[in-house]
């Protein structure tokens, strides 16, 4: 075999590296500019009392609202969208399941043309605004003139229309709809898990006469964790700062029912003249949050990298 000369190696590592950064740059600049930069920014207000973007006079407080944030009256604000939004998170994170994973089997199985319709079909709606879904569920269910409720009413599934705003009709619809509209993308996750097991260990398995149901405890989740860990954190992330979704719904209006976590955080460090808070107060629970969730974030995907070896 013909010896490459190492200048030519190095040149071609070069031209590699620089390549890479070429791709990797544009993904680079918008994460740091809309993740980290922010972040960066975020610290310094927490120890002050600045009310909005646009105030000037500001002090130095401390600690001051990290006090601030566990008394009345922005306690009995911060607790209960907390409670709220850690509530949502435990039932859309079984939506994950219920829609994505049912979702990714049914496509692995398919051996059909349809697959590709069926899944273009399926991933709509995550292509679609989440305030638009929001929306269109307010406007389904209306009482007086939703399309849902009249059919139901008509065909007699139920004696009385579906109010989507009531309390225990939000806590199941809400998830629901988050879970319908992330389907496709959630299938997707779960699908390229499934798409990575080797073909000979499942065509092992039937050889020695395990059912669907063995195959799928077995030998399908075992060699999906990766895939199960990444939409584990997406979900966690992504249920504390559900946004459109609810803003559709009405949660800045008079829909309190679905006033979650991120909502309040606009409320107050945004929307509000510091009457309800301060912007300082909203990054301050902002932060208090953030953190553990970040911490969870990084032991599940130490988790993740541990099952690997």
């Not at 200048?7 to 680079?28: C, G, H, M, Y």
């Not at 079909?121 to 929001?134: D, F, H, R, V």
């Not at 860990?229 to 504390?240: F, K, L, N, P, Y």
């Not at 606009?266 to 953190?291: C, D, P, R, W």
Request: some cysteine; charged content about 15%.
């Amino acid at each position: 075999m013909k010896n490459i000369p190492e200048t030519s190696f190095i040149k071609r590592k070069r031209n590699e590296l620089a390549w890479d950064i070429v791709f990797l740059a544009p993904q680079f600049i918008i994460y740091f500019s809309l993740t980290i930069l922010p972040f960066l920014i975020a610290i310094p207000i927490l120890f002050t009392d600045q009310i909005g973007f646009i105030d000037t006079d500001i002090d130095y407080i401390g600690l001051q609202n990290f006090v601030n944030i566990f008394k009345t009256p922005m306690v009995d604000m911060f607790l209960p969208a907390v409670k709220k939004t850690a509530i949502f998170m435990v039932i859309n994170y079984t939506t994950v399941y219920i829609f994505g994973m049912t979702l990714a089997l049914l496509m692995y199985e398919i051996k059909s043309k349809l697959k590709k319709p069926l899944f273009t079909i399926i991933y709509i709606p995550y292509m679609i605004s989440g305030l638009g879904i929001g929306l269109i569920m307010l406007l389904l269910f209306a009482k007086d003139t939703g399309s849902i409720n009249l059919l139901l009413l008509k065909i007699g599934v139920i004696d009385n229309a579906i109010d989507i705003k009531n309390p225990s009709v939000s806590a199941w619809a809400f998830p629901l709809m988050v879970g319908w509209r992330y389907a496709g993308f959630n299938m997707a996750i779960f699908l390229g898990g499934l798409l990575s097991i080797p073909a000979e260990t499942i065509d092992a398995s039937k050889v020695d006469g395990a059912n669907y149901l063995q195959r799928f405890w077995h030998i399908y989740l075992p060699q999906m964790f990766s895939s199960i860990m990444i939409a584990t954190v997406i979900c966690i992330i992504g249920s504390w700062g559900v946004f459109d979704e609810a803003v559709g719904m009405g949660a800045l209006a008079a829909n309190k029912n679905v006033r979650f976590f991120s909502v309040l955080l606009y409320k107050i460090g945004f929307a509000g003249t510091g009457q309800s808070g301060t912007l300082a107060e909203a990054l301050t629970m902002a932060m208090t949050v953030n953190i553990p969730l970040l911490i969870i974030g990084i032991l599940l995907s130490k988790l993740q990298k541990k099952k690997q070896i």
